[in-house]
């Protein structure tokens, strides 16, 4: 059955930001597929997450946890930041099990950021006065599926990358349902402590993702090996060429628009 003009202009307007959510979400792989065999566009897109999740966490998460519990948050984002690397090298055997807990941490972050924005699509923190906050929303949330996808994606294989992407979705959905009830939660002390954890985790997991050995596998939905062994953040960034460059500018731009719509 098609819907009347009349129909469809009867639809909340943030329900149908909702739906450009899931959208938006599934772009992801799509956006990799292309990457493959493309070592330029690989590089501009690992410029371009690494940048885009380094503002969100500074320019969001943690002036936010900074706002509950002061300069408790330092020392509680350097744990979820350093712990995991301590922890490797004190017990090496149980590496893989402590990358993959750190990997579990930071995707429960990012899926409590979902809930939030779907309550932003609602009427939490009265969206309604803030008519850009939803685009900036819809444009911040594809480079964080990008980064879930990939960083899934060699240690689930692509059915458990997918996955990840639908409980994104799924979170969403709930933080859309529950709107301004979600209130007490976000500005309460616990998740000002687990918003800073999720920092560190997640700075943790961009300077150290993981790398299949097997690259020829890479569409199967069996996991390949991974690899954790990776140079130091410097060594990384002196690797970086022109199109690393680009996907950085690129970067800078979304975070300059996306701070210019974020209502203050």
């Known amino acids: 059955m098609l819907y009347t003009a009349d129909q469809f202009r009867s639809v909340p307007l943030f329900m149908i930001f909702l739906l450009i959510s899931f959208v938006v979400l599934f772009l992801a792989p799509a956006i990799d597929s292309v990457s493959q065999g493309n070592r330029a566009i690989q590089q501009m897109l690992q410029s371009f997450i690494f940048v885009v999740l380094v503002g969100l966490v500074f320019g969001d998460i943690v002036p936010n946890a900074f706002s509950s519990i002061s300069w408790a ?6 744990v979820g930041l350093s712990g995991p690397s301590l922890m490797e090298k004190l017990f090496n055997k149980y590496a893989d099990s402590t990358h993959q807990v750190t990997l579990v941490v930071a995707v429960c972050g990012l899926l409590l950021h979902a809930m939030i ?3 932003l699509f609602n009427d939490y923190g009265d969206v309604s006065g803030h008519t850009w906050l939803p685009v900036a929303v819809l ?22 990358a ?12 709930f933080g859309y349902v529950l ?14 402590i687990m918003q800073s954890l999720v920092a560190g985790t ?14 020829n ?35 800078v731009m979304l975070l300059g628009f996306l701070e210019f719509l974020h209502p203050h």
């Open 73 to 78: 948050a330092l020392p509680i984002m350097l």
């Open 117 to 119: 924005d779907g309550a």
């Open 139 to 160: 444009l911040h949330r594809l480079p964080l599926a990008i980064m879930l996808f990939v960083l899934l994606r060699p240690i689930t294989g692509v059915k458990g």
């Open 162 to 173: 997918y996955m990840g992407l639908l409980a994104v979705g799924i979170f969403t959905s």
């Open 179 to 192: 709107g301004i009830q979600l209130e007490a939660f976000v500005t309460g002390q616990a998740f000002a």
């Open 202 to 215: 997640l700075l943790h997991v961009l300077v150290h993702q993981p790398h299949s050995h097997s690259h």
């Open 217 to 251: 596998r890479r569409h199967d939905d069996v996991p390949s090996k991974v690899s954790h062994q990776h140079g130091t953040l410097k060594t990384q960034i002196r690797a970086w060429n022109v199109y690393h460059l680009i996907g950085v500018c690129v970067a």
